[in-house]
């Protein structure tokens, strides 16, 4: 390295911060949204490599629409370069694709189109030359369409385009605050388009300097398009331990369950500052699907990428119930990581025969999945692993697509299961969870 560089280096970040692109600099990255842009590279990935396994198809076509595009490229607070949300999302797309592809005869080709929005024109011409400069170059107006535009006034027209386009859509919603997307825009997405996705940063943050004056709370909720909470259930919050916090956290998911089937609310965690271990867990990730296969490659997705994700909540299948007595509990936040994938095997041990019960008619595994996903952390995966244990203690009753009883062993999506008509007397009780 040129041994002026470190001092022509620092002349140059003169003018970088956060969020501001020109033809100078590249905005500067922290942290929280180097972990951001893993989720959604991991995500997308994983995405397209579920869709293939699912769909035999020698084509995926898909469309992604990344509401709040930035620049394209950013600056890391050590002097690196790194890739804003477009090209991460472009470069996801390619590794998926090779991915795919290796040791096939026939590939397969992922037919996409990328739509960018953001209402900065300096953010734009960033990443116009951003791409311009990528191998993504022959993309560019073609597959990848820039546009100026504020996303809420760009809802009705993308959704029109999208709804003649082939293959599905997931919106990227990278807002900074709070209220860029309203409630009634995600819903409309949901209503308008088949098995679309939206993964929404949402500032959690922001609403905390409302904690204590209703009036102002209940403006923010009725601005994003939410009913004014519960006067009286505001007030009553405000007795119990983080009572208010998790009112409002309570308010918030019974607007995202209003606008799509299934969802994960899960904080992004940040090494930046912060007091949790080294995280100030000040915005959620939040993801809404259509589809419980999707909520299920979104939470393997926080658990592949292990203690930076977080949420406060149980194991198990209650994660969202609020219990003021466990509150010191929850004070530790859930963190992904290995100590967690013991305790909902634990947790599910308890809980799965408790949701199924009363219960003993046949039930695939696939729709336990559907029907209890939006409550837990865990993946079906891992909850088939509880299903194999609790089949081994004989407290659940497992039948394969051919007839068969199973015992143990790999559970499938298609299995059915049931609780056991009577208590069972088997000898091998399991030790307590
Ligand atoms: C958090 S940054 C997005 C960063 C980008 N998604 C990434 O990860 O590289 C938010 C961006 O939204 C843009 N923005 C703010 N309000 C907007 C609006 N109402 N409509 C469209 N873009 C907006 C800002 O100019 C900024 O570039």
Not at 134 to 147: A, F, G, H, R
Not at 256 to 277: E, N, Q, V
Not at 363 to 384: F, H, I, Y
Request: proline share 5%; glycine share 6%.
């Amino acid at each position: 390295m040129n041994s002026l560089a470190p001092f022509l280096f620092k002349l140059r970040r003169k003018n970088v911060s956060q969020y501001k692109w020109n033809s100078e600099n590249a905005a500067l990255i922290k942290d929280h949204s180097l972990i951001k842009h893993q989720m959604y590279r991991e995500y997308i990935r994983n995405y397209v490599l579920e869709r293939a396994v699912l769909k035999q198809m020698d084509r995926i076509s898909i469309n992604i629409v990344d509401g709040f595009c930035g620049g394209g490229t950013y600056v890391t607070k050590d002097g690196a370069q790194t890739s804003g949300s477009p090209l991460v999302v472009l470069e996801a797309l390619r590794d998926a694709e090779q991915l795919l592809n290796i040791g096939r005869i026939k590939p397969i080709q992922i037919d996409f189109r990328l739509y960018c929005f953001d209402n900065d024109a300096e953010a734009l011409e960033s990443l116009r030359r951003s791409i311009s400069n990528s191998e993504y170059q022959k993309y560019l107006d073609t597959n990848i369409v820039i546009k100026k535009a504020n996303f809420s006034q760009e809802i009705p027209k993308i959704i029109e385009r999208l709804q003649h386009e082939r293959g599905r859509a997931i919106f990227i919603l990278d807002q900074y605050g709070y209220n860029a997307v309203s409630f009634d825009s995600m819903s409309r997405i949901f209503r308008e388009l088949p098995s679309p996705e939206v993964i929404l940063t949402f500032s959690y943050g922001f609403l905390n300097s409302f904690l204590s004056e209703y009036g102002k709370l209940s403006k923010a909720f009725e601005g994003i398009g939410l009913e004014a909470p519960p006067r009286d259930e505001f007030d009553r919050a405000q007795w119990e331990p983080n009572g208010r916090p998790f009112f409002i956290q309570r308010q918030l998911i019974k607007g995202f369950r209003a606008a799509a089937p299934f969802f994960t609310p899960f904080f992004i965690k940040s090494r930046d500052s912060g007091p949790l271990r080294g995280s100030n867990l000040s915005y959620w990730l939040v993801h809404l699907a259509a589809h419980e296969r999707a909520n299920d490659v979104m939470k393997q997705t926080h658990w592949d990428l292990q203690n930076h994700s977080a949420h406060f909540g149980g194991p198990g299948l209650e994660m969202l119930g609020y219990d003021p007595h466990r509150v010191e509990q929850s004070k530790q936040p859930f963190m992904f990581g290995d100590d967690e994938r013991a305790l909902s095997h634990k947790a599910l041990l308890d809980d799965i025969p408790r949701t199924m019960r009363p219960a003993n008619d046949w039930m695939r595994v696939g729709d336990l999945w559907k029907a209890t996903c939006n409550e837990t952390p865990s993946t079906s995966e891992m909850q088939r692993e509880a299903l194999a244990a609790l089949s081994n203690y004989s407290e659940v009753e497992i039948l394969g697509a051919g007839g068969g009883a199973k015992r143990g062993g790999k559970v499938d999506r298609t299995d059915l299961i049931r609780m056991p008509p009577q208590t069972s007397f088997f000898f091998m009780k399991r030790p307590a969870a």
